[in-house]
């Protein structure tokens, strides 16, 4: 049973029988090859079958003879699936990680046999009494102690109730739902010998942090070689990431399979995963839909055969959909239906029980006071989709008749660490401003946008003044949308350009600045997108650039959260400066126009041509020669426009050498006879671009803003003091 190569098989297929299997015991008898336990094979590197060279996966099978019998209906074919002769057989580790069959003692066969001292490595975490695989895992990560919101979902969740969790950005919220949800799988072996079969769906705004809440579980989910473990990482650092990743995982099999369904990649690839069986799905709304639409409609019988169906209506009930939901990328979506955007949502489900979870950082007071009673009346009155996190929350069927609803965020959304400051300008002042602030402000810095095409203005501009920066939006293809932040998160001085797909979850180490290059359109996006900083009570910075058109909008917005505009202090900007920087933006400006009419110029001959070639019609020769034809006033054009962009480019490359030197400072004075400056340059005081400034941090620049009214007496939960990790 092996495909043909020249084919370009989806799936190559290997059946190990052999002679000996006709003297095995004979288990299950399937009538379609599709039934059997097929096990992936890792392409082996050395023959050239590791690239995505038309093989998608490599599986075998043991342990199958083919049989056929004459039948009325003519000849069929069954497949025996034989009791292996030594039943201890060593399956290789491969075959195993994505085995539909086990060995015979199901999951917990493959779980560390040694239980963890916990209660001495662990102190703070031995109390909540999880399976001792997870302690493993959280003491090779250095994770001593649950933070504040873990520390108070895990017992409620242990216990098998709802739980709706409030808490800050960056708290630890993935593993305050995720560690529940591992604990009950690996607390709830699977009978030997069976599938595995959907335990939970954890439901994610964006692809990005699917993928990423599929990452950090699956940490969670693979035993950990403890003799290579790096101990006591310190996650706040990046000294400390690159620790974690030398945590060495063992070969084998993950103890719960987790799998990401996610739009813009492989559709296929997604839904074979599916059909061999996973513990626990991470998906986007829209790509699980599409599945599921799809399964429906042409796999219905093979979806019942496989036992999917109470899952399946477990699924749909919790993603009820009136119209089409596409996946929730803030910029792109209309008015429908985006219930799922602020939350992650996980679910621990089996056919009677189903246990709930939402977490935020952001979600409405009332809501978390009367959430029942207002489910009740919204059940009376609504009919339509709903288009928010609470409309979410209304719509759910909570099992637990009283949920239990955690609330621990800070006032105002706004995390202690992070310090908030904002530039007052023109619209079209804001490259500038925004040039300044990189410069004088070097890190990891995210500018949301509201536009896509913003960001494709801003892109190329941030390049021609020599700045790192990545473009992160819902239009570009999704490898592409991955490589970036990963560039991103690689390079410690460097601007990701972004919509709001970036806004929510994301856990990039050490972002030092977030910028609100254009308002946020609504309260919860403004925290979401500060909390992309200042996260795990690292320090934090956000800009926010308004310009006079946006001020009543920011007005609104901050008094929704309970604050006021002047609260927020301005950042103090050397103006001599920005005048300067102001040169440099209109040539990297007029530069880029000139660049974007060549490329439209030959963007506009490419398409005449391809479009006569396609529809085989013969060009004038006219309109050929103008394209051709050396002397002609096109080609002379374009060469013109060649060296003009070449003018401007020497132009801007002598600006940008010069240095830039803020009031009262002058070349000679540093050259010659200036100590004080020559030191400063020297012991690193001084901005290495922006000399005759000191250097600091955005946090140090701030005019002092008009002091918040005391805080109200909170209704929710007061948090419980909390210094970050390890503190
Ligand atoms: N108990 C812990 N000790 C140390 N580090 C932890 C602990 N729990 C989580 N972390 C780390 O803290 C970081 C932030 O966690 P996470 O992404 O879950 O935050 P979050 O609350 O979901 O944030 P957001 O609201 O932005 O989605 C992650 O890098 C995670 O690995």
Known sequence: MSGDPKSKPLAKRKAKSGPSASRKRLKVQYTSADGLPWKTVNRPSDTGLDGDDGILELEEVENVEVVYEDTEGGRVTRFNVLEPSNKTTKVTEDAQQEADVPSSAGTEALAPSVSFASESLLPNWHAFGLHSHLFQVLHSRGFTTPTPIQAKALPIALEGRDVVGVAETGSGKTLAYGLPI???ILSHPRPPRTKRKLQALILAPTRELALQVSDHLSIFARIIDVNKEA?????????????????????????????????????????????????????????????????????????????????????????????????????????????????EKSVVASVDALQTFVFSATL????????????????????????????????LDFRDPDPAVIDISPEGGVVSTLKQSRIECLSTDKDVYLYYFLLRYPGRSLVFLSS??????????????????????????QRQRLKNLDRFKATTNAVLLATDIAARGLDIPAVDHVVHYQIPRSADVFVHRNGRTARAMRKGFSLLMCAPDERRVVRALLASLGRKETEIPEISVELTLLDKLKNRVLLARQIDSQQHKIRKQHHEKNWLKETAEAMEIELDSDILSESEDESHPSKQRQKKNDVKTAVLKNQLKELMSQ??????????????????????????????????????????????????KPASKKVHEEPDEWHGFDS
């Open 659 to 708: 240095p830039l030197l803020s009031r009262g400072v002058s070349t000679r004075y540093i050259t010659s006879g200036s100590r004080p400056i020559a030191d400063a340059i020297i012991s690193g005081e001084v901005h290495e671009t922006m000399l005759g400034l000191k250097k600091s941090e955005a946090g140090d620049d701030l005019v002092a803003g008009a002091k918040p």
């Open 182 to 184: 591992l604990h009950h």
């Open 364 to 395: 409405s007071k009332d809501l978390q006071k009367n959430l029942k009673r207002l489910q009740k009346s919204y059940r009376k009155k609504h009919s339509k989709p709903a288009s928010t996190l609470d409309d979410l929350l209304l719509r």
């Open 452 to 477: 896509i095409d913003g960001i494709r203005r801003l892109t190329p501009l941030m390049e021609l003044l020599n700045l790192k920066a990545f473009p992160l939006h819902s239009q570009m293809e």
């Open 231 to 343: 101990q006591d990482v310190d996650i706040r650092t990046n000294k400390g990431k690159e620790k974690q990743q030398e945590i060495k995982t063992h070969n084998a099999p993950p103890l719960v399979s987790i799998a990401a369904v996610v739009g813009g990649m492989s559709a296929q690839k997604q839904r074979r995963i599916l059909d061999r069986g996973v513990d626990v799905l991470v998906a986007t709304p829209g790509r699980l839909w599409d599945i599921l639409e799809e399964a429906l409609l042409d796999e219905a019988d093979r979806m019942v055969e496989a036992g999917h169906f109470a899952e399946m209506d477990n699924i749909l009930r919790l993603t009820i959909r009136k119209s089409q939901e596409d996946e929730i990328e803030p910029e792109t979506q209309g008015n429908s239906l985006d219930a799922h955007q602020d939350a």
